[in-house]
């Protein structure tokens, strides 16, 4: 798995912001950072990716330190189908690949 | 535009069963992938074809062979099924190869090897 670290799971109620950190110390300095997003039953699907500081589009928000090795995914104003796994990918042991890690479960009530 | 389709969506096998996994994506992506996911483990990768023409072992391959049948299919074959490979196995494609591009998976297929 890779050598990142996020919560296992998280609750939010409808029009709530969820924010989910995920920690990976040893992503290279030339890497993108990735968030991939689970819904039951299916696979998982990109959401987004930066490189520094700010990114945004229309599904989320991704917050990244300089010193890279944390990275921030904010989702604004939750609905009850944000509820899913969402994963942040990191370096494998080689450092050659960035893989998933175990991911967070949102849950999101009304 | 169908993405990447998976075949079958269901399998129930006996141990020691064959059976092959199919996976086809129409956006002409160069690079393909099979994963497995089991319940607290997120998504392993068994095998991966950067291009068409060439196969390499990701981080759980034994036990299973792969083909890259041409650009469009790459195939996932268990020759001798056993239980531990009960799982639900992903098909994803991607641009290439490079760290980074974004994959785009399939439904999965949900396999039962007893």
């Known amino acids: 798995l890779a050598k990142t670290t996020q919560p296992i799971s998280m609750d939010s109620y409808e029009g709530q912001e969820v924010n989910i950190t995920c920690s990976h110390n040893?992503?290279?300095?030339?890497?993108?950072i990735t968030w991939y997003q689970q819904f039951p039953s299916q696979g998982p699907r990109f959401i987004i990716q930066?490189?520094?500081t700010k990114v945004t589009n229309e599904v989320a928000s991704l917050f990244i330190p300089a010193d890279r090795k944390s990275s921030t995914l904010s989702l604004p104003r939750v609905s009850l189908s944000d509820t899913a796994v969402y994963y942040c990918?990191?370096?494998?042991?080689?450092?050659?690949?960035?893989?998933f890690g175990k991911g967070t479960t949102l849950s999101v009530s009304s | 535009n169908a993405g990447v389709t998976q075949t079958p969506k269901f399998q129930v096998l006996k141990t020691g069963q064959s059976m092959t996994l199919q996976c086809a994506q129409d956006?002409?992506?160069?690079?393909m992938y099979w994963y497995r996911q089991d319940p607290g483990m997120g998504l392993r990768l068994i095998y991966y074809?950067?291009?068409?023409?060439?196969?390499d072992k990701g981080e759980v391959p034994n036990g299973y062979n792969v083909s890259r049948l041409n650009k469009r299919e790459f195939s996932l074959r268990l020759e001798s099924a056993a239980p531990s490979q009960t799982s639900v196995y992903f098909c994803?494609?991607?641009?290439?190869?490079?760290?980074?591009?974004?994959?785009?998976f399939g439904n999965g297929t949900r396999l039962t090897v007893t």
């Open positions: 994803a494609s991607s641009p290439g190869h490079e760290k980074g591009s974004p994959l785009h």
């Open positions: 040893n992503i290279a300095t030339n890497d993108y």
């Open positions: 930066g490189y520094k």
């Open positions: 990918l990191g370096p494998n042991q080689a450092g050659t690949a960035l893989i």
């Open positions: 956006m002409n992506h160069n690079s």
């Open positions: 074809s950067a291009s068409e023409g060439t196969t």
